[in-house]
């Protein structure tokens, strides 16, 4: 099978454990949530702290959240969303907050996250961005399709190379040559893999690595990805 | 079961019969292939016409493959056929492009398409271009949900109310708002409905309405749609 049986916890960024090497970061003068921040945001999940936020949200997660959400309603949109996001992390293209949106809102909810999504979206990014710069050996703020393929697996995800290479040409823009993807593109590549396992986890629940999907299954499952 | 068995040879557009309405068409003047063409193009899909095309293409597909082949390759480039489809029916966005580039190339091929794969292009799109303009019952040049429900009906897709309305909220830019699909969007849509159902056929060659999977066909079969 495809994703190896250390890959569930890994998988899911949110529980993963904080990666260390985040030192030299171009990003690093701006606020990191603290490692107990992860555990703090996960274990109570399904708390509401002050203002909606877990116990143990980092005041600058609250801060970035609130800054954009001008009417008090408790839900940011998606412009909002890349708004709060450029001040710890970067302006995402849309492509990706959109994703991240799918991925991150209340599946009950309509397009806007809230207080808990935000800050486990925050988290999950916060972890990713570590990583990117851990595989990001020369500090140029890309990677390669080697590093790429590092990344996931050490998120958890082993995806064949053939998946790999179109996953990649996704972001060469037709033209064939060597592609380097910068953070928002590591994002968004390493959220549809993400995604679209978990997807595949929850119709395979003892992970034998395969799946009885039906039609309709199967169609539900995907399209969300290509809304992006 | 989600497509029913009356969908196989409508859901392969190229071996669909021609749809008789396509009176009034604001395209009207612009050279539709002639009926005959369509099965031109298929039985002799295996063979090699003089330049590449299958006997009894239509000149006008040829000129517009020729017009944009400037050095007379053979094959042309996503921004070639761009240009080319646009000779024939509009500018499509480089988004249906590239899905048009992934549906009709030769597998084995990179990202380039010949006289063969151009010709069931153009007459799949002659065809799409019908159905759009028969389920575009105002003339208005777009279809909203119903009318798109029904015309990848007719096309053989009998997609999830759910997953319709997930794929049509593509369009709406994030506003919720009712959405109406032009031609290209429709393309996209249908095209992507097309690719899905024909890759999830693959696996269920007996048409039982579900398929076992395992990780990584799911991901191949599925990633490839998400680079366009």
Redesign the interface.
């Known amino acids: 099978?495809?994703?190896h049986s250390g890959s569930y916890t890994g998988g899911y960024a949110p529980s993963a454990p904080p990666v260390p090497d985040s030192q030299g970061s171009p990003q690093q003068h701006q606020p990191y949530p603290p490692p107990n921040y992860y555990y703090g945001a996960q274990s109570s999940y399904g708390s509401h702290g002050h203002s909606g936020f877990p116990p143990g949200t980092h005041p600058e997660v609250i801060r970035s959240f609130q800054m954009v959400d001008k009417d008090r309603s408790g839900f940011i949109?998606?412009?909002e969303l890349q708004q709060a996001l450029s001040s710890g992390y970067q302006r995402f293209s849309l492509r990706t907050i959109?994703l991240l949106m799918f991925l991150f809102k209340n599946p009950n909810d309509?397009?806007r996250i809230g207080p808990k999504e935000f800050a486990a979206l925050w988290s999950c990014l916060g972890q990713w961005r570590a990583i990117f710069e851990r595989f990001d050996r020369d500090r140029s703020g890309k990677i390669d399709a080697t590093e790429l393929r590092d990344a996931l697996y050490s998120l958890g995800y082993a995806?064949?190379p053939?998946?790999l290479q179109?996953?990649i040409?996704?972001y060469d823009g037709?033209s064939?040559r060597k592609v380097e993807l910068n953070f928002d593109s590591f994002v968004e590549c390493g959220m549809?893999?993400k995604g679209?396992?978990e997807k595949?986890k929850e119709k395979?629940p003892r992970y034998t690595?395969?799946?009885?999907?039906?039609?309709?299954t199967?169609?539900?499952m995907?399209?969300?990805?290509?809304?992006s």
Do not use: W
């Open positions: 099978m495809a994703y949109d998606e412009s959109r309509s397009l995806i064949p053939s998946v179109v996953l040409s996704r037709g064939g549809i893999v679209l396992t595949f395979d690595g395969s799946a009885m999907l039906t039609y309709d199967f169609m539900s995907i399209i969300p990805f290509l809304v």
